[in-house]
């Protein structure tokens, strides 16, 4: 018998369990009780906001940051708000 695994919230530990889940093709469901992903960052932090850690220590798996992003990350070029960004 086939197990469906619960994921409760949408923040980045629950996006980063359901990135390693699909990737090994193992069934979940994921609950969140607000209408967005990562609602922390997109309705309770501000807008000047960057995260405190360097960009090697935010990225979701199997999601790593461009050369490109600033070592400390804007609130919109996090890996939560790109995960929201491609749908
Ligand atoms: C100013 C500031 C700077 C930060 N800088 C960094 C940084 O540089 N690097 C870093 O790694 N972290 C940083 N953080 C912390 C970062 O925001 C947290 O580490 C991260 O949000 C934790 O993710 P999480 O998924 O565990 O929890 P959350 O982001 O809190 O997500 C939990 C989700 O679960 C949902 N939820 C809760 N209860 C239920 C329920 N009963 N049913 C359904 N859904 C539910 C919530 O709505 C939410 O979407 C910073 C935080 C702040 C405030």
Redesign the pocket.
Known sequence: MESLVVI???????LAVTACLFLLSVPFVI????DCV????RKR?YDR?K???TKQ??ALPHMPHPATTPTFIPREQTSTATWHASG
Do not use: D, I, M, T
């Not at 409760?8 to 629950?14: I, L």
């Not at 609950?31 to 607000?34: P, R, T, V």
């Not at 990562?38 to 960052?41: C, D, M, T």
């Open positions: 409760v919230g949408a923040g980045p530990s629950g609950l969140e009780k607000e990562a609602s922390l960052r932090s906001l995260l405190h850690l220590y935010c």
